[in-house]
């Protein structure tokens, strides 16, 4: 029920799964839910059980659960879940793993606040390695994972929606959001520190002074958005800095079809959806750094795609090397047309079936 990517990879894969019934190893999809979320999930999932923790004690027949991960668990129902699942009925259970919460408490050790999750730190670990299969997005992710002692662990990269290689819509003016004239920088994901975007800026301010007629659009929103207004105020570059908030689907879209660079200059990343829906669409090169998980497929695949060290002197090079006129960027699409969901679910279903 919650925003963001974790959560919408979920939901999309329930939909995905739900509509290829006939080549899943079992007989029902339930979805456990909190009671007030139940009536909402039946408009729009039909033909789908929902329960709580009332019908699921009560369930009779086998069942193997999957539920997806985010590293901050303490307290929440899936946490429960856990405990119900693999203490009290000692059924089979696969977490599907987003980010890393040792990662995230060392990139935020200077806030006291973090130190309400070190019992996270501590039991994630021990967690993961009690399931009896762990889904990552990445081989960058798997690696900690070993490190962890998780041994069960299978990588199935994220997929990308078919919403995302179709044409965009004609009702978004472009003369009214871009000045043509200029060059225009997209970037959009969440504004966090991973993400790495206060690097970008730091680029921007010795860029600009030579290349006034730069423009970049940051597109939104996260707990590092008001620290990113403040150096750009210190770098005197907040006239040349947009700060856009959340875009839907289709504005996103415009932007990458009409700037001239996206950059994604994360310092960790496990397999962003954003770059996937960047490589799926723009008229321009795509930009991300190697420390994102998608780096491992492309050079595992032989995709030579815009992947870069991670530092302020290699973004004003990227910044220095664009050129206005359109260049072909089919072998970005070629790269991501090899995550549609189509291809990605088989994944899935074969872990069903090893784990079963």
């Given at each position: 029920m919650s925003k963001g990517s974790p959560s919408n990879v979920s939901r999309k894969l329930l939909e995905e799964l739900l509509n290829r019934m006939d080549i899943l190893p079992f007989?029902?999809?339930?979805?456990?839910?909190k009671k007030k979320h139940i009536e909402y999930i039946k408009e729009n999932f039909q033909n789908l059980r929902v329960i709580s923790y009332t019908e699921l004690s009560k369930i009779s027949e086998d069942?193997?659960?999957?539920?997806?991960?985010?590293?901050?668990?303490?307290?929440?129902?899936?946490?429960?879940?856990y405990l119900h699942t693999r203490f009290i009925r000692r059924k089979k259970i696969i977490i599907q793993y987003h980010g890393d919460i040792r990662t995230e408490l060392k990139s935020n050790f200077k806030d006291p606040v973090s130190l309400i999750h070190l019992l996270s730190y501590i039991f994630v670990p021990n967690l993961l390695k009690n399931a009896d299969r762990v889904i990552t997005h990445s081989y960058y992710m798997k690696g900690i994972l070993e490190n962890y002692g998780v041994l069960k662990s299978v990588v199935i990269p994220n997929a990308v929606d078919n919403y995302w290689f179709q044409p965009c819509s004609n009702s978004i003016c472009v003369n009214e959001l871009l000045d043509k004239s200029k060059l225009n920088i997209f970037y959009h994901g969440r504004l966090s520190w991973e993400?790495?975007?206060?690097?970008l800026l730091k680029a921007a301010g010795d860029y600009v002074k030579s290349n006034p007629n730069t423009r970049i659009y940051l597109a939104g929103d996260g707990p590092q958005k008001?620290?990113?207004?403040?150096?750009?105020?210190?770098?005197?570059?907040?006239?040349?800095?947009?700060?856009?908030?959340h875009l839907n689907k289709e504005e996103i879209k415009f932007f990458l079809k009409n700037v001239d660079l996206a950059i994604y200059p994360s310092r960790f990343d496990n397999f962003p959806l954003a770059v996937l829906e960047a490589l799926s669409c723009a008229n321009c090169p795509i930009y991300f750094s190697k420390n994102i998980g998608i780096y491992d497929f492309a050079i595992r695949d032989g995709f030579e795609l815009n992947f870069f060290e991670l530092n302020s002197q290699n973004i004003i090079k990227i910044f220095e090397s664009i050129k206005k006129?359109?260049?072909?960027v089919s072998y970005q699409v070629n790269f991501a047309n090899r995550y549609s969901w189509d291809l990605i679910v088989p994944k899935y279903v074969e872990t069903y079936n090893s784990v079963l």
């Open positions: 007989s029902e999809i339930i979805l456990f839910s069942y193997l659960v999957h539920f997806p991960m985010l590293p901050l668990i303490f307290p929440n129902s899936k946490f429960l879940l993400k790495g975007v206060d690097l008001n620290h990113l207004k403040e150096l750009c105020s210190k770098l005197d570059i907040e006239r040349k800095v947009i700060f856009m908030g006129e359109k260049m072909s």
